[in-house]
């Protein structure tokens, strides 16, 4: 059935190490997104597409990137210039092109430094 | 800037008692407000409210957008612990939303 599966569900990071999240959908979505979430400071948007080979940053994009190759693939790097990786990351995908639909979240994945 | 606010951040309470989750924003061209509960892992939606003074309704759940005020509650009444979770707000711009703008969340507990 339908959703959206991000891998690994945790992952450590050494010192200098680059980390790369995954993010696959199978809605059909085009639009696809990454939020990271501290506790206590609710969603904060990394990067975001809404289209495949585009992307554009959200609000705390440094230290991170991104590609949009495929339709239903999304991955994040986490590089080793973000200095506090320390989160829990989600991604999300809707669609786009049709008025009021809603955001769809996988499970996220946990990062830790080592 | 574009930002929403929601309160309580976090609130306890006992079982069948009866709970005002709030959320102001402040967002350009807006268009849409989303009420998200998210347990342990993904947020899963619970309401999208466009027209300002329709309530919707789902179960124990019913929410209200008030687009004059710049505001939405969600209410939820005889909390169960099952209701346990954070509950997030966003606010979306234009027709086909794109980026969501979400506030820090409410932290709710339901104790038995």
């Known amino acids: 059935d339908g959703g959206i599966t991000q891998s690994p569900k945790y992952l450590f990071r050494k010192e200098g190490q680059n980390v790369t999240l995954s993010c696959e959908q199978n809605l059909n979505h085009d639009a696809m997104y990454w939020y990271r979430q501290d506790p206590g400071q609710g969603l904060r948007l990394i990067y975001y597409s809404q289209i495949v080979n585009d992307f554009q940053k959200g609000d705390i994009a440094e230290g991170y990137s991104v590609s949009r190759e495929k339709k239903e693939s999304f991955p994040l790097t986490v590089t080793s210039a973000q200095k506090n990786p320390t989160a829990f990351y989600l991604c999300?995908?809707?669609?786009?092109?049709?008025?009021?639909?809603?955001?769809?979240f996988g499970d996220g994945t946990r990062l830790s430094i080592l | 800037e574009d930002k929403v606010v929601q309160s309580p951040l976090s609130l306890v309470v006992h079982e069948g008692d009866t709970v005002t989750l709030n959320c102001s924003y402040e967002v350009t061209n807006f268009r849409s407000l989303l009420w998200y509960k998210q347990e342990k892992k993904a947020p899963t939606f619970l309401f999208m409210l466009?027209?300002?003074?329709i309530e919707k309704k789902s179960g124990r759940l019913s929410s209200i957008l008030d687009k004059k005020e710049l505001f939405s509650i969600l209410n939820i009444t005889a909390t169960q612990t099952g209701d346990s979770a954070i509950y997030l707000c966003a606010g979306g711009r234009g027709s086909t939303l794109g980026r969501l703008y979400f506030g820090r969340g409410t932290q709710l507990t339901v104790w038995p």
């Open positions: 999300a995908s809707s669609m786009t092109g049709v008025p009021n639909q809603p955001q769809h």
């Open positions: 466009t027209s300002s003074g």
